[in-house]
C-alpha cells in the first residue's frame, strides 16, 4: 500500500516525510502511471494556479478525476484544498471542483501573517490539532454535499466529503501526524 504525494509543485516533500513516518510509502505522483499505483492522494500546500497549471500540462486531470469517482481518499491542504474546490472567489482558476465549497485565496493576509493554532477536528480523537497557516484560503461558503469540521474565528477551515478531505492548514509542517494517520487508515479501507 503506497500513499501518493501530488510532487508537481509546492511542499510535496514534507507529506512525503510524515507518510514515511506513519511507516507506510509514500509514492510522488508526476503523471498517470504513477497515480495507477496508489490508494490516496495528498495534494500539497504551494501556489495554487501553479499546480493547476502542471496537473493540465501533465495530462493528470481526468486520471485524477476518475480515481475520485472511484472512491480514492484525496486530501488537499492548502493550495490542495483549493485545487479540490468547486468554486474559488473571483476566480476562474484550473481546478478539480470536486469538493461542494467555495473557497477565498489568502484570506489570512500575506506570508508574514502566518501563523500556528491548536485546532479542535469534530470526530477527530485525542485532542486538538497543531495547525500551521502560510497564505492560507478560507472555506468561504459549505455546500450540502460537504460537511464542515473545523473553524478558527474567522470561519471554516477543514471539510469533509465522503472520501474526500479538504484542509486551509498544513499539518505536515508540524510534529503531530495524526492526520496523516488517519488518512493511511481511510485509504486502507
Ligand atoms: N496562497 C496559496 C494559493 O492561493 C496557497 C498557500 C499554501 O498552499 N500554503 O495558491
Known amino acids: 500500500m503506497s500513499i501518493g504525494v501530488l510532487a508537481l509543485q509546492g511542499d510535496y516533500d514534507a507529506h512525503a516525510r510524515m507518510v514515511e513516518r506513519c511507516g507506510t510509502t509514500a509514492q510522488r505522483v508526476r503523471c498517470p502511471q504513477e497515480l495507477k499505483r496508489v490508494s490516496g492522494l495528498i495534494i500539497p500546500g504551494g501556489e495554487s494556479t501553479t499546480i493547476g497549471k502542471l496537473i493540465d500540462r501533465w495530462g493528470l486531470h481526468e486520471p485524477l478525476l476518475e480515481r475520485a469517482r472511484q472512491g480514492m481518499p484525496i486530501w488537499g491542504t492548502c493550495a490542495g484544498l483549493i485545487l479540490l474546490a468547486r468554486r474559488v472567489e473571483g476566480s476562474d482558476q484550473y481546478r478539480m471542483g470536486l469538493l461542494d465549497v467555495t473557497v477565498r485565496r489568502n484570506a489570512f493576509g500575506r ?71 488517519a488518512f493511511i487508515e481511510l485509504a486502507r479501507g
Open 111 to 181: 506570508q508574514i501573517d502566518s501563523f500556528e493554532t491548536d485546532l479542535p477536528i469534530r470526530g477527530f480523537p485525542g485532542g486538538p490539532i497543531r495547525a500551521v497557516f502560510i497564505r492560507a484560503p478560507l472555506i468561504i461558503e459549505v455546500g450540502p454535499e460537504a460537511e464542515a469540521l473545523c473553524e478558527t474565528d474567522a470561519g471554516v477551515v477543514m471539510v469533509r466529503q465522503g472520501n474526500l478531505w479538504g484542509t486551509s492548514f498544513h499539518p505536515e509542517l508540524t510534529d503531530d501526524c495524526r492526520m496523516h494517520r
